[in-house]
């Protein structure tokens, strides 16, 4: 892979890791007491959402953490060994945790007499925006399940090779 697209690629997790930690230190909380402001019946609900909030983002970052070991190991032309499935199973892992979270949000907002401050549709909205980050999620997972697949046939293929020359 040539260096300028792995910088790129390097460039855009870093911004992306930063941009999480922004919003897990101040985008997040600040829009849970924003809206308790707003409807102080919000205020059960706050640090939950917040918390859970906050544990997806770190998903995020653990899977773009993941990814930059891999560029690493694609750079250094060691892909096809090993060590590359731990920070596949890294990001599998991860998003199945933010897709867990994502699952008990949904089941949250749907079973639960959460109030609203206008016709209910806030709640919906969210509840929509889970159920999507679920399908999202469940769907993300199962395509790395079949890529690791893919690599660990790539990875024997390359080991038989390697055995023949």
Not at 20 to 31: A, Y
Not at 42 to 67: E, K, R, W
Not at 116 to 140: E, K, N
Request: with cysteine.
């Amino acid at each position: 892979m040539h260096f300028f697209f792995i910088a790129a690629l390097r460039a855009g997790i870093a911004v992306a890791v930063l941009f999480g930690l922004f919003g897990q230190i101040v985008i997040i909380p600040t829009t849970a007491a924003d809206e308790v402001d707003r409807f102080p019946a919000y205020a059960p609900f706050a640090v939950p959402y917040v918390t859970v909030a906050i544990i997806g983002v770190t998903c995020v970052q653990v899977a773009l953490a993941a990814v930059w070991m891999l560029l690493s190991m694609v750079e250094r032309d060691a892909i096809f060994t090993p060590r590359a499935f731990r920070w596949v199973d890294i990001i599998i892992g991860s998003s199945v945790v933010a897709t867990l979270l994502a699952a008990g949000v949904a089941a949250h907002l749907g079973l639960a007499e959460i109030p609203s401050p206008d016709d209910g549709m806030d709640v919906i909205s969210a509840l929509a925006a889970a159920i999507a980050a679920v399908g999202v999620g469940a769907a993300f997972a199962m395509l790395v399940v079949v890529m690791r697949n893919l690599l660990r046939k790539a990875t024997d293929l390359q080991t038989e090779i390697a055995e023949v020359v």
